[in-house]
Nanobody, 122 residues
Framework: QVQLVESGGGLVQAGGSLRLSCAASGSIFSINGMGWYRQAPGKQRDVVAVITSGGTTNYADSVKGRFTISRDNAKNTVYLQMNSLKPEDTAVYYC????????????????WGQGTQVTVSS
């Protein structure tokens, strides 16, 4: 059983910063990609940033230069440092792990966290 637990969301004023964390736990041998997605009310879930096990990153245009994704492979944890936050960043942020290989060599294609609310006030 593998699960993702997010933390770090909250309420912040525009221009402020937040750091999200997502820890994967369970019988994990390795994780290929990890990433952050967000979903605002009435909108679809969109990718924010993703990172491979080798450290290659990719960002949505709307967050480039403001958000930084990183990961600690030894801890199976991914982070999202969010700076210069804007009201339009308000959403539920979800962590995703893709290509999870368990210790029993079973591959799980995709796992989602429960989501953490980020609210940016103007």
């Amino acid at each position: 059983q593998v699960q993702l637990v997010e933390s770090g969301g909250g309420l912040v004023q525009a221009g402020g910063s937040l750091r999200l964390s997502c820890a994967a736990s369970g019988s994990i041998f390795s994780i290929n990609g990890m990433g952050w997605y967000r979903q605002a009310p009435g909108k679809q879930r969109d990718v924010v940033a993703v990172i491979t096990s080798g450290g290659t990153t990719n960002y949505a245009d709307s967050v480039k230069g403001r958000f930084t994704i990183s990961r600690d492979n030894a801890k199976n944890t991914v982070y999202l440092q969010m700076n210069s936050l804007k009201p339009e960043d308000t959403a539920v942020y979800y962590c995703n792990a893709a290509g999870v290989l368990s210790t029993s060599r079973v591959t799980i294609q995709s796992i989602w966290g429960q989501g953490t609310q980020v609210t940016v006030s103007s």
